[in-house]
Nanobody
């Protein structure tokens, strides 16, 4: 099975920056993504990147966060700038499952992908 491990979380002041990394155990041809879950809230997608390095973001982080991946090292990144307290959450990285990739292909975006391989998460705390 594909393994993913997040790192880079921590504490930051509002307006500050953090850079998260996700080490993946295999090359992912399909979608990869960052998700987050705050206490008492449902897990939500933050950003996705596909095999062609095309990135999409949820509206609340657009212009502040940047998702990237390095195919040479099988590493995905989330650069978070101008952080806000509402960004505080546990951040998870995930990769698309094989069946999802084969059936979705390039017809639908990563927002419709089924993510089946998840990291354990890394805490991000943003204070005023």
């Amino acid at each position: 099975q594909v393994q993913a491990v997040e790192s880079g979380g921590g504490s930051a002041q509002a307006g500050g920056s953090l850079r998260l990394s996700c080490a993946v155990s295999a090359h992912i041809s399909g979608c990869m993504g960052w998700f987050r879950q705050a206490p008492g809230k449902e897990r939500e997608p933050v950003a996705h990147i596909d095999g062609d390095h095309s990135a999409t973001y949820r509206e609340s982080v657009e212009g502040r966060f940047t998702i990237q991946k390095d195919d040479a090292t099988n590493t995905m990144y989330l650069q978070m700038d101008n952080l806000k307290p509402e960004d505080s959450a546990v951040y998870y990285c995930a990769t698309e499952g094989y069946h999802s990739y084969m059936t979705r292909a390039g017809t639908l975006s990563c927002w419709s992908a089924k993510f089946e391989n998840w990291g354990r998460g890394t805490q991000v705390t943003v204070s005023l």
